[in-house]
């Protein structure tokens, strides 16, 4: 997603300013790794977390940034006794995190807070002009359209973190955005893709938290049960690519070799294959549109034993439907979908609901609250809060 005269960095060996929002997160971390990888390439300049002092602690005193901020207050002092005498500075609130996102020395921020918390300080590096790496997919779920007028007006650039997007970025490239015809987002499954429908209402925590093939946040890898994060995914390939939902697939591959496809007006296809593994698509989002060399696992295609596909259950994941539903309805739809789900998987996760209760709260959000279109940004804030008040006062009885 970019305006079409946002610039491309161009390929010189001046280290890159890198701000990273979320970085003691699962995406956070592993940005950290390819910065140890790429010293000479990559220079840290901001961290960010929620409440995680001791770990932002830990990175600062690595990798002497010129700030960190928390997004949660609480820990501030915490965080400037264990920094004293760095000069590092400490921020502290949105503002904080806003700031971090627009310092003069980040060419790049990386987007990496979980849920709709990293929209602000993404509109924020938009308007700063930066170049963004995103992870944070749920910023495009709920506000795709504002991003995308942000985007044009401000010369900026986003390239996708997540892997399905970055392997149809990756397609992408060289190729006229008229010619492409349809694509296909891959999905794990997820650890329930075989599980009978009939044993759902007694799905754990544990059983959910346990992802097959990725390991990620708590919040995405309940998404990924649920299949909610290949709804979400749909969504962000829509702001993403400018693609109608009906031009974009979704298919089961339980293997997650093939990230994503692009099929072009021609019938031919192109794929984007590796080993599941985080580094490659956060590293190419920092190198691009450059490849630097790296020890990331690549496939062993004599050991691999085959490539399975079965179209995805929308009976049995009715997260998947929800959103397409909501993207059809535009608006506001999209903020509610997203608010409801991140309401409902905190509650699943302190265990107040069942796991079946989550597409339940979802589906009675988007039913009963009005929806807007056009919205603004305050409009879309407002969806949320009375998204997430609606699941919480309701919880699991709420489509009872
Ligand atoms: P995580 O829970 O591991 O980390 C989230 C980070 O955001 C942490 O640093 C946390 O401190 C920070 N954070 C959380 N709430 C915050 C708040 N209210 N204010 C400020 N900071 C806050 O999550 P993750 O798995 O790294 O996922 C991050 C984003 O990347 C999500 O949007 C997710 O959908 C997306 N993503 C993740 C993966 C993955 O492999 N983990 C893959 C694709 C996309
Ligand atoms: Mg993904």
């Known amino acids: 997603m970019q305006s079409s ?109 979980v849920g709709v918390a990293g929209l602000e300080p993404v509109l924020a590096a938009i308007r ?105 995914e749909v969504i962000e390939a829509h702001w993403l690519f400018a693609l109608e939902a009906a031009q974009i697939e979704v298919l089961v591959h339980p293997q997650s070799i093939i990230h994503s496809m692009v099929t072009f007006a021609d019938g031919s296809t192109k794929a984007q294959l590796g080993v599941p593994d985080m580094k490659v698509p956060i590293q190419y989002a920092l190198s691009y549109p450059d490849r630097w060399p790296a020890p990331h696992p690549r496939i062993d295609w004599s050991r691999l034993s085959g490539l399975d596909f079965e179209p995805p259950d929308m009976v049995k994941f009715p997260c998947l439907r929800l959103a397409y539903d909501a993207l059809a309805l535009g608006g506001t739809a999209p903020a509610i979908l997203n608010a409801a789900n991140e309401q409902a998987v905190a509650l699943f996760l302190e265990d107040r609901i069942r796991f079946i209760d989550i597409p339940h709260s979802i589906e009675a959000a988007l039913e009963k609250l009005a929806k807007t279109v056009q919205p603004s940004y305050a409009m879309l804030v407002e969806a949320d809060a009375e998204a997430r008040r609606l699941v919480l006062e309701h919880g699991g009885a709420v489509a009872n």
């Open 5 to 113: 005269d946002a610039a491309a960095p161009t390929v010189n060996d001046a280290p890159r300013g890198l701000s990273i929002l979320g970085a003691t997160g699962s995406i956070g971390t592993q940005t950290l790794d390819i910065v140890r990888l790429f010293p000479d390439r990559l220079k840290v300049h901001a961290l960010t977390a929620h409440r995680n002092a001791a770990l932002l602690a830990r990175q600062a005193l690595e990798f002497r940034p010129g700030c960190v901020a928390l997004g949660d207050a609480t820990e501030v002092a915490v965080l400037e006794e264990a920094l004293a005498g760095t000069g590092i500075r400490v921020l502290a609130g949105t503002e904080g995190l806003c700031e971090a996102a627009t310092l003069p020395e980040a060419d790049i921020v990386v987007a990496a807070v």
């Open 128 to 232: 700063a002009g930066k170049l963004i790496a995103l992870a944070n997919k749920e910023t495009l779920v709920v506000a795709g359209a504002l991003v995308g007028d942000l985007l044009a007006r401000h010369g900026s650039l986003l390239i996708p973190v997540d892997s399905e997007h970055s392997a149809i970025f990756q397609c992408l490239a060289g190729e006229p955005a008229r010619a492409v015809e349809s694509i296909v987002l891959t999905a794990s499954g997820g650890p329930f893709r075989a599980r009978p429908a009939g044993t759902f209402e007694a799905i754990t925590r544990a059983e959910a938290l346990r992802h097959p093939n990725w390991s990620m946040g708590a919040k995405i890898t309940i998404d990924s049960a649920t299949m909610m994060n290949k709804g979400l």
